[in-house]
């Protein structure tokens, strides 16, 4: 009878092993999907980010990189059966996919107090940096020249920039954070954009050797003298300057414009619990001084502490944040396709 017993007891405990090693199993087996943007921020990830939410949820991150238009055209494509789970996106796009109704409620455990209201984009999206939209220039060749260095939005206008500054096209956003300033300096906003067309058209264009979108062939720009000035992003400019060359960011005295990395948990996801603590881990002080450092995005969590000579480069800070300007989205967004068309008419003709 004993000899029963024991038997019993040993196949109770192989069975409650092997039921312990399959759950194990699966929870390894879980997969969350994020939709990112690819190249440096790709690396980034992967490297600093990942490897620990993996570790401290037990789960496999799938990477998609793709840059902001794609990965919202991803999420229209496949509505109704997503492939993403959570998503991130430049604050313009966000403002879409929040709107379309593609990101799911959003629980985090990050109080409400510790973030910068300008980054609570939505009711279900919320900024995790912040780059500044504003100036980059090469300061040898401003002391060369005997310059000070850019001050208002408004010197773009300044004919001593003739065919040596650009501005990147209304397709990306730094480009239509220039018109949008243009309109709002002269009269105008984002519901009111004329003086921002007339502006640049007349005023602009014609000191810009070439509306470049991409940021390799700024560089590229900036290195072999072609330009001594662009509208450029903070981060950005870290990235310029980190190779040794001698770039250096400016804020306009009307203020820069804030562009703000943003993320969601995506709807119709089954690891909701696993979308919702990735954009809460994102937030995270120490994380945010990860994508600041290797990004050149400014924390968007006020606890989070960066060093000195991170901090001088970056959007960082009650003060320098209060500083940023948010354009309305709501009012960008239907009408960009139709400024896009008038952009390529009156302004890169």
Not at 23 to 39: E, F, I, M, W
Not at 196 to 206: I, L, N, Q
Not at 250 to 259: I, R, S, T
């Amino acid at each position: 009878m004993k000899r029963i017993r024991l038997s019993l007891a040993s196949g109770i405990l192989a069975a409650s092993c092997s039921i312990l090693a399959t759950g194990s199993a699966l929870a390894q087996d879980k997969t969350l999907t994020v939709g990112g943007y690819g190249g440096s921020f790709e690396t980034l990830m992967k490297e600093l980010i990942i490897p620990e939410f993996e570790s401290r949820h037990e789960v496999k991150i799938q990477f998609v990189p793709g840059n902001s238009t794609e990965n919202l055209a991803r999420l229209q494509a496949q509505k109704g059966n997503q492939e993403l789970d959570v998503v991130i996106l430049d604050d313009g796009p966000m403002y879409q996919a929040d709107a379309l109704g593609f990101c799911a409620p959003m629980k985090t455990s990050t109080p409400g107090d510790e973030i910068y209201d300008i980054a609570k984009l939505g009711p279900n999206s919320i900024g995790i940096g912040f780059v500044a939209t504003g100036f980059t220039y090469n300061t040898k060749w401003f002391e060369r020249e005997g310059w000070e260095p850019p001050s208002s939005w408004m010197d773009l206008a300044d004919e001593k920039y003739s065919q040596i500054l650009s501005i990147p096209p209304i397709s990306n956003t730094y480009g239509l954070h220039t018109l949008v300033m243009m309109a709002r300096l002269n009269g105008g906003g984002e519901k009111d954009i004329d003086p921002g067309f007339s502006t640049m058209a007349d005023k602009v264009a014609p000191n810009v050797l070439v509306f470049e979108p991409s940021s390799g062939k700024m560089s590229e720009l900036f290195q072999s003298e072609e330009i001594a000035l662009s509208i450029w992003g903070s981060g950005r400019t870290k990235s310029l300057a980190d190779t040794g060359f001698p770039a250096k960011f400016a804020y306009p005295k009307e203020g820069a414009v804030a562009l703000m990395l943003a993320a969601c948990p995506v709807v119709e996801n089954d690891v909701s619990d696993l979308a919702n603590a990735f954009v809460d881990f994102l937030l995270e002080p120490e994380i945010q001084v990860r994508l600041a450092d290797a990004m050149g995005s400014g924390p968007v969590n006020k606890n989070a502490k960066l060093p000195d000579e991170l901090a001088a480069w970056l959007p960082y800070g009650p003060e320098q944040i209060g500083k940023l300007i948010a354009v309305d989205w709501d009012t960008i967004n239907p009408a960009r396709e139709e400024w896009t068309k008038r952009w390529a008419r009156e302004i890169e003709r």
